[in-house]
């Protein structure tokens, strides 16, 4: 007996591992239309029913027949608390056993445990070969048509008395029973002219329990395993083809909605493969590592990659934020059920997750619903993908828990929903495709037509527009841009790019700053074409960003206000009081009225300069007029210097090019310098000027010297120039404290008021529009000299009272210095004597002195200052005679010119220290501080004079280089 049950657990699975499962796979996959025929005569296998023959009513007539039905012929027990034994199910009462007329009867699951009777009769005139055995025995396979019970037992009475029990449920291995298959099978051997009572004991826990029982002969079970894996094949056929298909898709258009909908597919086919079983044998290395626990972890795992190609397909994100947030709750409530599943019984997991199905696919379909009713076309697709599906599961969940009518055709309807589902969501994401394609295409002609409206907009627009790329150079202009910069066509502009943008921007830096803010970069400026035409014009710009907030380009337009201006200009004369309100004149108003009054200062002094110079020229002026005019020209000559350095101060400020430095400076010496000239003027004014330090001084501070001295002449000269009567005080003192030097200048003027002092330190003053005066701009140069050397001036005043102006400079100063006069209190100084103005002193020198230089009045009048001396000159117009002189025969002084045609003085300087010329170089500039004259020193140059030249600077460097002994013979 145990070599024939081997032989046939043998055939039956070499049948199923060798070929059948993977040949009806294969097709399966050809025969794609023909798979829902078969489905359906599946359904028809499942409800297959014969007539038997009976003894009685009660016992099953084994014959000729392979298949016998035996549900409608068994007795059933209900052991509520699953504690009866065969001899007690045995030796009680008929009448306990209930019997059973109905093909496959429903009870409930739970706790309770199922025994069923089944009597079973061998007749000894079957007609038939009953076996090749001596013993007349056949083999018969007991099928409980129910996957995966937890309990299934056969007791089967045995000769020496009592039963022989075998087991095939979920907690037997499934490799351990005697047929391996998912549902419950037995061997049974069967002796011609027997009867026997055989007894199966059935437990499915919390799931309701199909009692459908039936015996097969090994041949024709093997033939019903076949044709089952057949229609498994063609399942998991379309099953496959339909994720290879969507795959290749995803591989082509890199839409992760597909990996999902991939996903999605897998754990539904796993489904079916382990919730009915056919096939599954294939799967048993699954069974080995996740064992019970397989089907929960299959299904909660389909709803997650459901949910997320749910959400991606019905675009969830930007449907609804508040689904988007639920639809995520159960993405996580799902995943955290796929841990839970390890942990939790089997029953208990299928519970939830019979659960879940009841609450979430109805709730995932009114989604959809809401989805479609918002236009979404994707939320009707899905809605008919996804009903069958829905309805399949429903119709199981129904025949598991009792319902005659979905008994035994419950997988039929899971397959069938999941191949429609899969076939109207597969045609759909291809669909999808497709429209995507559309609407792209529809997108690509929308933004050609966008584009040649812009492009017609571009090109024929007004304003002058223009596109840049971020390192400057101009790509694209229109032909209004072209005319503004007076060319006949835009590809004559785009070739002067680089010029026409750094006429656009004039402060690339500041500008480019701006516009990476985000910012609109907007000026005004005139500019002359190529056609020679002046034009003013208007310029605003801005930067471009991507999607992401990268810039990408700079775009701007430009206005000829040309026309504009002159109307404006001619409005102006007649009704100033108008333009005065025109906020958007105003910074132009401003500009024009500085420039007024700053030529208002400059011609009054150069017009005393020309008038007296004039009357010099006059042969008749003699003595003490010309004397007089000589120091009116001499003194109108030096404001007019100190007006102009301001001026260019002022713009080196705006300009953020102006520097300062920090030396070691004695201030003590530098204010001794600073009084004699203020006590002079004062005399003249009939004030007194007095200079008080009220601390102890220290020997040396760090500061640039020539700017303190420039803050605080600027303060002296508005303190005498303001002040009628009384006295200037100039207080210097140390606060030890704020480590602060603190330098007051004191006045007895007649006092500023509040609103005046608001204004005090801005070049424009917004009374009457006007600038208040040259004294003016010297304080505001002063306030952003103080600011720029890290310190303040600070002003007090009150109307007739006089005005208080103090420079502040915070110090750090070295541990080791000398403090000046440290009594503790205060101490006043003597007054500087008064300055006679004397003659300067004109030394005698010898030898010969090189002056380059390019402007004849330079020429004549260095050369006039040169000759009292008594050296001999030599003029060279540029750098290049200066060379050639230099070749031919050494000077022992050169003065060399800066900016010269030809051949500048640096070139000069570097020609000749080049081929080892030695000789003494001093450059001219009107410019003491720049890259020029640091170019110069590191030449070799031994310094540098500034223009206009100081007579005693000069005589200094003449007398150092040219004194009798020095010069070269």
């Given at each position: 007996?145990?070599?024939?049950?081997?032989?046939?657990?043998?055939?039956?699975?070499?049948?199923?591992?060798?070929?059948?499962?993977?040949?009806?796979?294969?097709?399966?996959?050809?025969?794609?239309?023909?798979?829902?025929?078969?489905?359906?005569?599946?359904?028809?296998?499942?409800?297959?029913?014969?007539?038997?023959?009976?003894?009685?009513?009660?016992?099953?007539?084994?014959?000729?027949?392979?298949?016998?039905?035996?549900?409608?012929?068994?007795?059933?027990?209900?052991?509520?608390?699953?504690?009866?034994?065969?001899?007690?199910?045995?030796?009680?009462?008929?009448?306990?056993?209930?019997?059973?007329?109905?093909?496959?009867?429903?009870?409930?699951?739970?706790?309770?445990?199922?025994?069923?009777?089944?009597?079973?009769?061998?007749?000894?005139?079957?007609?038939?070969?009953?076996?090749?055995?001596?013993?007349?025995?056949?083999?018969?396979?007991?099928?409980?048509?129910?996957?995966?019970?937890?309990?299934?037992?056969?007791?089967?009475?045995?000769?020496?008395?009592?039963?022989?029990?075998?087991?095939?449920?979920?907690?037997?291995?499934?490799?351990?029973?005697?047929?391996?298959?998912?549902?419950?099978?037995?061997?049974?051997?069967?002796?011609?002219?027997?009867?026997?009572?055989?007894?199966?004991?059935?437990?499915?826990?919390?799931?309701?329990?199909?009692?459908?029982?039936?015996?097969?002969?090994?041949?024709?079970?093997?033939?019903?395993?076949?044709?089952?894996?057949?229609?498994?094949?063609?399942?998991?056929?379309?099953?496959?083809?339909?994720?290879?298909?969507?795959?290749?898709?995803?591989?082509?258009?890199?839409?992760?909605?597909?990996?999902?909908?991939?996903?999605?597919?897998?754990?539904?086919?796993?489904?079916?493969?382990?919730?009915?079983?056919?096939?599954?044998?294939?799967?048993?290395?699954?069974?080995?590592?996740?064992?019970?626990?397989?089907?929960?972890?299959?299904?909660?795992?389909?709803?997650?990659?459901?949910?997320?190609?749910?959400?991606?397909?019905?675009?969830?994100?930007?449907?609804?934020?508040?689904?988007?947030?639920?639809?995520?709750?159960?993405?996580?409530?799902?995943?955290?059920?796929?841990?839970?599943?390890?942990?939790?019984?089997?029953?208990?997991?299928?519970?939830?997750?019979?659960?879940?199905?009841?609450?979430?696919?109805?709730?995932?379909?009114?989604?959809?619903?809401?989805?479609?009713?918002?236009?979404?076309?994707?939320?009707?697709?899905?809605?008919?993908?996804?009903?069958?599906?829905?309805?399949?599961?429903?119709?199981?969940?129904?025949?598991?828990?009792?319902?005659?009518?979905?008994?035994?055709?419950?997988?039929?309807?899971?397959?069938?929903?999941?191949?429609?589902?899969?076939?109207?969501?597969?045609?759909?994401?291809?669909?999808?495709?497709?429209?995507?394609?559309?609407?792209?295409?529809?997108?690509?002609?929308?933004?050609?037509?966008?584009?040649?409206?812009?492009?017609?907009?571009?090109?024929?627009?007004?304003?002058?527009?223009?596109?840049?790329?971020?390192?400057?150079?101009?790509?694209?202009?229109?032909?209004?841009?072209?005319?503004i910069f007076g060319f006949f066509s835009a590809a004559d502009a785009i070739l002067e790019n680089k010029k026409i943008a750094l006429t656009l921007f004039r402060d690339s830096p500041v500008e480019y700053k701006t516009l990476s803010l985000g910012d609109t970069v907007e000026n005004s400026f005139r500019l002359t074409g190529r056609d020679g035409i002046s034009r003013a014009v208007e310029h605003r710009s801005n930067m471009i960003f991507d999607d992401k907030g990268s810039p990408t380009h700079i775009e701007g337009a430009l206005v000829d206000v040309s026309e504009f201006y002159e109307k404006l200009r001619a409005i102006s004369e007649h009704e100033k009081e108008v333009l005065k309100k025109d906020q958007a004149l105003s910074d132009m108003k401003e500009m024009n009225h500085f420039l007024s009054m700053m030529s208002h200062y400059i011609r009054t002094p150069l017009t005393a300069i020309v008038g007296y110079s004039e009357v010099l020229l006059e042969d008749d002026t003699k003595g003490g007029a010309k004397k007089s005019h000589v120091d009116t020209v001499v003194g109108n000559s030096g404001a007019l210097l100190r007006l102009i350095n301001n001026i260019l101060d002022y713009s080196k400020m705006e300009a953020n090019k102006?520097?300062?430095?920090?030396?070691?400076?004695?201030?003590?010496?530098?204010?001794?310098?600073?009084?004699?000239?203020?006590?002079?003027?004062?005399?003249?004014?009939?004030?007194?000027?007095?200079?008080?330090?009220?601390?102890?001084?220290?020997?040396?501070?760090?500061?640039?010297?020539?700017?303190?001295?420039?803050?605080?002449?600027?303060?002296?000269?508005?303190?005498?120039?303001?002040?009628?009567?009384?006295?200037?005080?100039?207080?210097?003192?140390?606060?030890?404290?704020?480590?602060?030097?603190?330098?007051?200048?004191?006045?007895?003027?007649?006092?500023?008021?509040?609103?005046?002092?608001?204004?005090?330190?801005?070049?424009?003053?917004?009374?009457?529009?006007?600038?208040?005066?040259?004294?003016?701009?010297?304080?505001?140069?002063?306030?952003?000299?103080?600011?720029?050397?890290?310190?303040?001036?600070?002003?007090?005043?009150?109307?007739?009272?006089?005005?208080?102006?103090?420079?502040?400079?915070?110090?750090?100063?070295?541990?080791?210095?000398?403090?000046?006069?440290?009594?503790?209190?205060?101490?006043?100084?003597?007054?500087?004597?008064?300055?006679?103005?004397?003659?300067?002193?004109?030394?005698?020198?010898?030898?010969?002195?090189?002056?380059?230089?390019?402007?004849?009045?330079?020429?004549?009048?260095?050369?006039?200052?040169?000759?009292?001396?008594?050296?001999?000159?030599?003029?060279?117009?540029?750098?290049?005679?200066?060379?050639?002189?230099?070749?031919?025969?050494?000077?022992?002084?050169?003065?060399?010119?800066?900016?010269?045609?030809?051949?500048?003085?640096?070139?000069?300087?570097?020609?000749?220290?080049?081929?080892?010329?030695?000789?003494?170089?001093?450059?001219?500039?009107?410019?003491?501080?720049?890259?020029?004259?640091?170019?110069?020193?590191?030449?070799?140059?031994?310094?540098?004079?500034?223009?206009?030249?100081?007579?005693?600077?000069?005589?200094?460097?003449?007398?150092?280089?040219?004194?009798?002994?020095?010069?070269?013979?």
């Amino acid at each position: 007996m145990f070599n024939r049950f081997h032989y046939n657990k043998c055939l039956y699975n070499s049948c199923l591992r060798k070929g059948l499962g993977w040949w009806a796979t294969i097709r399966g996959a050809l025969a794609l239309v023909v798979s829902l025929f078969l489905l359906l005569f599946c359904s028809s296998v499942f409800a297959l029913n014969v007539d038997l023959e009976t003894a009685d009513d009660r016992t099953v007539i084994v014959g000729d027949d392979t298949y016998y039905l035996l549900s409608p012929y068994m007795n059933i027990l209900e052991d509520k608390d699953g504690a009866l034994t065969i001899e007690q199910v045995v030796s009680s009462e008929n009448d306990r056993f209930i019997k059973n007329v109905l093909p496959a009867p429903h009870v409930e699951g739970g706790d309770s445990t199922y025994w069923l009777e089944i009597n079973l009769s061998v007749p000894d005139n079957t007609d038939k070969e009953y076996s090749h055995s001596d013993n007349k025995e056949s083999v018969w396979y007991l099928e409980i048509d129910k996957p995966l019970l937890y309990i299934a037992e056969l007791y089967v009475p045995i000769e020496a008395g009592g039963y022989d029990v075998r087991s095939a449920d979920t907690q037997l291995p499934l490799e351990s029973r005697e047929i391996v298959n998912v549902n419950s099978v037995f061997p049974l051997v069967l002796k011609k002219g027997e009867s026997m009572t055989v007894y199966l004991k059935l437990q499915n826990r919390n799931l309701s329990l199909i009692l459908s029982v039936g015996l097969w002969k090994p041949v024709a079970f093997i033939e019903k395993i076949a044709e089952e894996e057949f229609i498994y094949g063609v399942f998991f056929g379309c099953m496959g083809i339909l994720m290879i298909y969507n795959i290749f898709i995803f591989f082509s258009v890199k839409d992760v909605s597909y990996v999902y909908y991939v996903g999605f597919l897998a754990g539904m086919t796993l489904y079916i493969v382990l919730q009915y079983g056919h096939g599954m044998l294939f799967f048993e290395d699954i069974f080995d590592v996740f064992g019970d626990k397989t089907f929960s972890i299959i299904v909660l795992g389909a709803y997650f990659f459901a949910f997320k190609f749910f959400q991606l397909f019905l675009d969830i994100n930007n449907l609804n934020v508040w689904i988007d947030r639920l639809v995520n709750l159960c993405v996580v409530i799902v995943a955290c059920n796929v841990v839970l599943s390890f942990f939790i019984s089997y029953y208990t997991a299928v519970d939830w997750v019979t659960l879940l199905s009841a609450i979430i696919l109805p709730s995932v379909l009114l989604i959809a619903f809401y989805s479609m009713t918002q236009g979404n076309v994707n939320g009707a697709i899905f809605i008919f993908g996804w009903t069958p599906n829905i309805l399949g599961v429903l119709l199981s969940v129904m025949g598991n828990y009792g319902v005659p009518y979905f008994a035994g055709r419950d997988e039929v309807f899971v397959m069938l929903g999941v191949v429609f589902q899969a076939l109207a969501l597969s045609f759909a994401l291809s669909n999808r495709i497709k429209l995507e394609r559309e609407v792209m295409l529809i997108a690509e002609q929308k933004k050609e037509s966008s584009l040649q409206r812009y492009r017609s907009i571009f090109d024929n627009s007004l304003e002058g527009l223009y596109r840049m790329t971020l390192d400057g150079r101009i790509v694209a202009v229109n032909l209004s841009f072209s005319k503004i910069f007076g060319f006949f066509s835009a590809a004559d502009a785009i070739l002067e790019n680089k010029k026409i943008a750094l006429t656009l921007f004039r402060d690339s830096p500041v500008e480019y700053k701006t516009l990476s803010l985000g910012d609109t970069v907007e000026n005004s400026f005139r500019l002359t074409g190529r056609d020679g035409i002046s034009r003013a014009v208007e310029h605003r710009s801005n930067m471009i960003f991507d999607d992401k907030g990268s810039p990408t380009h700079i775009e701007g337009a430009l206005v000829d206000v040309s026309e504009f201006y002159e109307k404006l200009r001619a409005i102006s004369e007649h009704e100033k009081e108008v333009l005065k309100k025109d906020q958007a004149l105003s910074d132009m108003k401003e500009m024009n009225h500085f420039l007024s009054m700053m030529s208002h200062y400059i011609r009054t002094p150069l017009t005393a300069i020309v008038g007296y110079s004039e009357v010099l020229l006059e042969d008749d002026t003699k003595g003490g007029a010309k004397k007089s005019h000589v120091d009116t020209v001499v003194g109108n000559s030096g404001a007019l210097l100190r007006l102009i350095n301001n001026i260019l101060d002022y713009s080196k400020m705006e300009a953020n090019k102006f520097t300062v430095e920090k030396i070691p400076l004695d201030i003590m010496s530098l204010i001794s310098k600073l009084a004699p000239e203020f006590t002079e003027r004062s005399d003249k004014r009939g004030l007194t000027f007095a200079v008080e330090y009220l601390t102890a001084m220290p020997s040396e501070i760090e500061g640039d010297p020539m700017r303190i001295f420039q803050v605080l002449w600027n303060l002296c000269d508005n303190a005498v120039k303001f002040t009628r009567m009384g006295a200037i005080t100039l207080e210097v003192s140390w606060r030890d404290a704020t480590q602060q030097l603190r330098i007051s200048v004191k006045d007895t003027g007649p006092g500023l008021s509040k609103g005046r002092m608001e204004a005090l330190f801005s070049v424009f003053s917004q009374r009457g529009g006007a600038v208040v005066g040259d004294g003016c701009l010297g304080l505001a140069i002063s306030k952003r000299l103080a600011d720029m050397m890290g310190g303040d001036i600070l002003v007090e005043s009150q109307l007739r009272q006089g005005c208080t102006f103090t420079l502040l400079l915070d110090q750090k100063l070295r541990s080791d210095v000398v403090w000046l006069n440290a009594s503790g209190v205060p101490t006043s100084i003597d007054q500087p004597s008064k300055r006679n103005k004397t003659k300067q002193n004109v030394p005698t020198l010898h030898g010969t002195v090189l002056l380059a230089e390019d402007n004849i009045v330079n020429q004549q009048l260095i050369s006039r200052v040169l000759k009292k001396t008594g050296v001999t000159i030599v003029v060279a117009s540029d750098g290049k005679e200066a060379c050639e002189y230099c070749e031919k025969s050494l000077p022992d002084l050169v003065l060399m010119d800066i900016n010269m045609p030809n051949c500048d003085g640096i070139e000069a300087v570097e020609y000749l220290k080049d081929r080892g010329v030695d000789v003494p170089i001093y450059a001219l500039t009107a410019e003491s501080k720049g890259s020029e004259v640091d170019r110069m020193l590191s030449l070799g140059c031994q310094g540098y004079l500034s223009k206009p030249v100081n007579l005693t600077a000069l005589y200094q460097v003449l007398e150092t280089h040219l004194t009798q002994g020095k010069f070269k013979k």
